[in-house]
């Protein structure tokens, strides 16, 4: 499967615990972008990486929210101290500069 | 008022019908994407228009710039179809995807 990959598909934790979630974008693939889905609303963009450079982060990323890209291929997203309003559907997406995006399956997290 | 709005919100249809759903914008874009999501989270892309029309199979997505507005149509829908369609657009000053809060169909036998 040559597709975006993700991984955890779903993660529960206790609150005030870190997790932290991986994105294996199209391995041609320069742009990734991270997005946040809650329940029944459109996907919230969070921060997006040409290459190895965060480019743009959003104001929802707070700073317990950090998320890398070392080496330009997969990205990892962390979220530290999670707390219940962080439970959601954590999509990432990858293109070609400016082409088509294409979708993980998304890790759903629940903190409890 | 969300730069991408989409109308219907909710959309239950008979098997057979053709179904159109509706996205307005308010910002200047490059590109419009139409997603289609079903449940357990996974975004498939169905189209990305940046003018005119697109068909693939039973779907087709139009665009009209001018009048910032997309349709995305199905003909001889089938419960297969049900699920949540997304429209998402790019900025012309960005690359970020700014989504609609898409529009649930649900297709009865």
């Known amino acids: 499967d040559t597709g975006v990959s993700q991984d955890p598909r779903h993660k529960i934790t206790k609150r005030g615990q870190n997790v932290t979630f991986r994105c294996d974008p199209i391995?041609?693939?320069?742009?990734l972008y991270w997005y946040r889905q809650t329940l029944g609303q459109g996907p919230e963009f969070l921060t997006y990486f040409q290459n190895e450079a965060q480019l743009e982060k959003s104001r929802l990323l707070s700073d317990r929210f950090s998320a890398e890209r070392p080496k330009g291929s997969f990205s990892t997203l962390e979220i530290q101290r999670t707390e219940q309003g962080d439970s959601a559907m954590y999509l990432c997406a990858s293109s070609l500069s400016v082409g088509e995006a294409f979708f993980g399956q998304g890790t759903r997290l629940t903190v409890v | 008022k969300n730069e991408v709005e989409q109308s219907p919100q909710n959309l239950t249809a008979q098997e057979g019908e053709f179904i159109t759903i509706n996205c307005s914008y308010s910002v200047g874009i490059s590109a419009l994407h139409w997603l289609q999501q079903h449940p357990g989270g996974g975004i498939v892309s169905l189209f990305m228009?940046?003018?005119g029309k697109k068909k693939h199979g039973r779907l087709i997505a139009t665009i009209n710039i001018q009048e910032k507005h997309s349709s995305l149509h199905i003909t001889a829908s089938h419960p297969r179809d049900s699920a949540v369609y997304i429209c998402a657009v790019r900025e012309t000053s960005g690359s970020r995807l700014t989504f609609g809060e898409g529009t649930q169909l649900t297709v009865n036998p």
């Open positions: 391995s041609e693939h320069n742009r």
């Open positions: 228009l940046s003018s």
